[in-house]
Nanobody, 124 residues
Framework: QVQLVESGGGLVQAGGSLRLSCAAS????????MGWFRQTPGKEREFVAG????????NYADSVKGRFTISRNNAKNTLYLQMNSLKPEDTAVYYC?????????????????WGQGTQVTVSS
């Protein structure tokens, strides 16, 4: 069982930066590939970025590539998402998710555990 708690969301102007964190409970965090997803009202949850269980490999949605960076600290049971050059279209609730596997995947249904989400609002 893994419990996930996101933090770091907020209101920022376009072009600004935010760093999201996801604190995980349990002693097996390093066994899970992790992902960040986002969702806006009326739309499906969208994959943003994923990172392998050991932190060696990562992948990104085209819409955030070059602007967002996913990382993890397995010693601290924490996942991060550094978001730079934010745009109004990045506004969403951001969720972290854990998948009991070595590598992350895009489909959200392949993730076993989810956080409660943190709101990110980018003003123009």
């Amino acid at each position: 069982q893994v419990q996930l708690v996101e933090s770091g969301g907020g209101l920022v102007q376009a072009g600004g930066s935010l760093r999201l964190s996801c604190a995980a409970s349990g002693r097996t965090f390093s066994s899970y590939a992790m992902g960040w997803f986002r969702q806006t009202p009326g739309k499906e949850r969208e994959f943003v970025a994923g990172i392998s269980s050991g932190g060696i490999s990562s992948n990104y949605a085209d819409s955030v590539k070059g602007r967002f960076t996913i990382s993890r600290n397995n010693a601290k049971n924490t996942l991060y998402l550094q978001m730079n050059s934010l745009k109004p279209e990045d506004t969403a609730v951001y969720y972290c998710a854990a998948r009991l596997a070595l590598t992350p995947v895009v489909p959200s249904e392949h993730y076993n555990y989810w956080g409660q989400g943190t709101q990110v609002t980018v003003s123009s």
